[in-house]
């Protein structure tokens, strides 16, 4: 019994359904509805179909958002690495370094806390104070950006995103 190679795909579309490899009788048996084929066997990850002729896929094209967001959710460094790119962006003020660094509310940002919602407030304050390592993403600190109006692009300097 001779075997021959077979890859079916869409014609419309040239997108591979199907390879596959046997006698011909089953090879017609089995072929996907619509279909065309081209003999040979070539990857649907790999290959699409055009004019009858396997042509590599181009490589994805990268989306700039969904790359900004994977960097924002692994971002995390620790607290004081944080604090002191805070100062140096001058969203708080040195002198709230020592107080920041114990894990005390800055007194310059006691305000702002104060302006949380009672349930974020204390949130806040329980995890700032338990906090070593900083996440880009923690709602926490988003509340507070938004309610200081420290902008994306500010809070993804003090991570170096």
Do not use: C, H, K
């Not at 005390?104 to 006691?110: D, G």
């Not at 949130?123 to 996440?135: H, L, N, Q, S």
């Not at 507070?144 to 991570?159: K, Y």
């Amino acid at each position: 019994m001779d075997l021959e190679s077979r890859t079916y795909f869409e014609p419309a579309t040239g997108e591979i359904i199907r390879a596959m490899r046997s006698d011909a009788d089953t090879l017609a048996l089995n072929a996907p509805p619509g279909a065309d084929f081209i003999e040979g066997i070539w990857s649907g990850q790999e290959y699409v179909i055009v004019d009858g002729v396997p042509v590599l896929r181009p490589p994805p094209t990268p989306d700039p958002g969904a790359a900004i967001e994977a960097a924002r959710a692994a971002a995390v460094i620790p607290r004081p690495d944080f604090l002191l790119a805070a100062i140096a962006a001058g969203i708080i003020q040195p002198s709230d370094a020592g107080p920041a660094a114990r894990g005390e509310i800055p007194p310059s940002l006691a305000s702002v806390f104060e302006g949380l919602p009672p349930e974020v407030q204390l949130e806040a304050v329980v995890r700032w104070g338990a906090a070593t390592m900083i996440e880009r993403m923690n709602p926490i600190l988003l509340a507070l950006a938004d309610a200081m109006d420290v902008g994306e692009a500010q809070l993804d300097g003090l991570f170096g995103i």
